[in-house]
Nanobody, 121 residues
Framework: QVQLEESGGGLVQPGGSLRLSCAASGTILRINTMGWYRQAPGKQRELVATIIQDGSTNYADSVKGRFTISRDYPKNTGYLQMNSLKPEDTAVYYC???????????????WGQGTPVTVSS
């Protein structure tokens, strides 16, 4: 199967930056889509950004111009560069991947365990 391991979360002051990483491992033939979602306390999980196989990206309006999603294809790793962070960006950030398995060619969704981001002075 597939495992997603996130890293890079932490505490940062407003206006600061963080870079999240999501490393995928396992029986991966191809990662079709990688995405980042977040869930703030008391709120539903929401889409932050996605990147598909051809490099096309999509962002939530609230992060456009501040966050950048990218991928390292050979390393099966995704990144979320977050700049100009605001207190309202505080949440647990989750990596998501849509993966074609090398074992049976099934296409499945996977989630990471989440990494907390706190933006506070």
């Amino acid at each position: 199967q597939v495992q997603l391991e996130e890293s890079g979360g932490g505490l940062v002051q407003p206006g600061g930056s963080l870079r999240l990483s999501c490393a995928a491992s396992g029986t991966i033939l191809r990662i079709n889509t990688m995405g980042w979602y977040r869930q703030a306390p008391g709120k539903q999980r929401e889409l932050v950004a996605t990147i598909i196989q051809d490099g096309s990206t999509n962002y939530a309006d609230s992060v456009k111009g501040r966050f950048t999603i990218s991928r390292d294809y050979p390393k099966n790793t995704g990144y979320l560069q977050m700049n100009s962070l605001k207190p309202e960006d505080t949440a647990v950030y989750y990596c998501n991947a849509v993966v074609t398995l090398s074992s049976d060619y099934n296409i499945l969704h996977y989630w990471g365990q989440g990494t907390p981001v706190t933006v506070s002075s």
